[in-house]
């Protein structure tokens, strides 16, 4: 494409989640694609070092809905130097601030969405705006088609992609020489369907497996979930660990990961954990369905019922050949349709169709 272009990512505040690991990863592999990526974000003190060498701009008051007249000027007037090709906003919570800067620059605009509008709620955005809209799974798409969001011939399905390696060593999962962990990950939000983990966990216990429960992450749930895990008495075997910049050392301290949600875009995750050959069960909720086939690729369960995981849970704990399989499967199903290289080249794939018709004369 001959000179970098650069492409203007718009992200809310960085947190330990699958939408921000999305951005950073797009950020490095466009790199190497012919961009140009600038990440703009209110606060970036949570990516971590791993992320690499990357171009950031804060922008402390971006989320200031009452100031976003004053602040989109001020950032568009910083950024016009580096002559912009399009905006990508990267999650519709980051759509009002990162259309009014695309409307000020007169560039293209592309939105990816990873999760659905809640209840009768809108999508915050002028969608003569967008040149396109991203969904993270067929799911979320058919979600915004049928709510009226967007048009059919508007959205482009691309799944979030990670990195996972060909070569995958899960022997040691459940090898009897160690208790194993069982363990989950992401924001702690109501939708997470936490509680009914660690109720799976109670099940567990109570039953006479010796296993450690965990887990991993931060967020408005976390208090509610540590008070039910003393409710529980689980505090003994259940261990939280919050304030993480990544999640990949609790993911390989794991024998087994659940991803027990009551909603859910797509799992990135979960991917994360199937890439290092982990066996996953989750519920059978939205984007999960593209991904795992039952006693497969994973094992899926009916969201919010606690009886059901624990059940599954057992399974792989007494059966870790099978475990282990099933693990080596969910590597192979990530390396072929999630790797993260297939994400960056479907999305470059967009951004030259946008700008392709954004150059295209106007008719008379």
């Not at 568009?76 to 009014?100: E, M, N």
């Amino acid at each position: 494409m001959g000179e970098q272009q650069t492409v203007i990512l718009v992200a809310g505040s960085f947190q330990v989640r699958g939408s921000s690991a999305y951005t950073l990863r797009l950020a490095r592999g466009l790199q190497d694609c012919g961009f140009n990526p600038l990440i703009v974000c209110p606060d970036a003190s949570q990516v971590p070092e791993s992320a690499g060498k990357l171009q950031i701009r804060e922008y402390d008051l971006l989320d200031a809905r009452l100031l976003q007249h004053l602040i989109t000027r001020f950032v568009a007037s910083d950024l016009r130097a580096l002559k912009p090709c399009l905006v990508h906003v990267q999650s519709r919570h980051a759509a009002p601030f990162g259309s009014a800067l695309a409307r000020r620059l007169e560039i293209p605009m592309l939105l990816t969405i990873h999760d659905y509008i809640p209840g009768r709620g809108r999508l915050p955005v002028d969608r003569s705006l967008f040149s396109r809209v991203i969904a993270v799974s067929e799911s979320v798409r058919d979600d915004l088609i049928e709510r009226g969001a967007v048009a059919d011939d508007q959205v482009a399905v691309i799944h979030s992609g990670v990195e996972v390696s060909e070569q995958v060593d899960n022997v040691s999962l459940l090898n009897g020489r160690r208790v194993p962990v069982v363990g989950t990950a992401g924001p702690l939000e109501s939708s997470k369907g936490l509680p009914f983990f660690l109720e799976a966990a109670r099940q567990v216990l109570a039953a006479g497996h010796d296993v450690e429960f965990l887990i991993a992450g931060s967020g408005p749930e976390e208090h509610r979930l540590r008070a039910l895990a003393r409710d529980l008495d689980l505090v003994h075997k259940v261990t939280f660990v919050p304030n993480l910049l990544d999640f990949g050392a609790t993911l390989r301290a794991m024998d087994i990961f659940c991803l027990p949600s009551v909603l859910q875009g797509l799992g990135t995750v979960m991917l994360e954990a199937m890439a290092l050959g982990r066996p996953v069960i989750a519920s059978e909720v939205g984007g999960v369905s593209c991904i795992l086939t039952d006693g497969e690729t994973g094992l899926t369960v009916p969201h919010s019922d606690s009886e059901r995981l624990a059940n599954r849970i057992t399974e792989l704990l007494t059966d870790p050949i099978r475990a282990r399989a099933i693990g080596t499967a969910a590597n192979r199903r990530v390396l072929e349709a999630f790797d993260v290289r297939q994400m960056v080249t479907a999305t470059t794939n967009e951004y030259e169709a946008v700008l392709a018709r954004a150059t295209e004369p106007t008719p008379t």
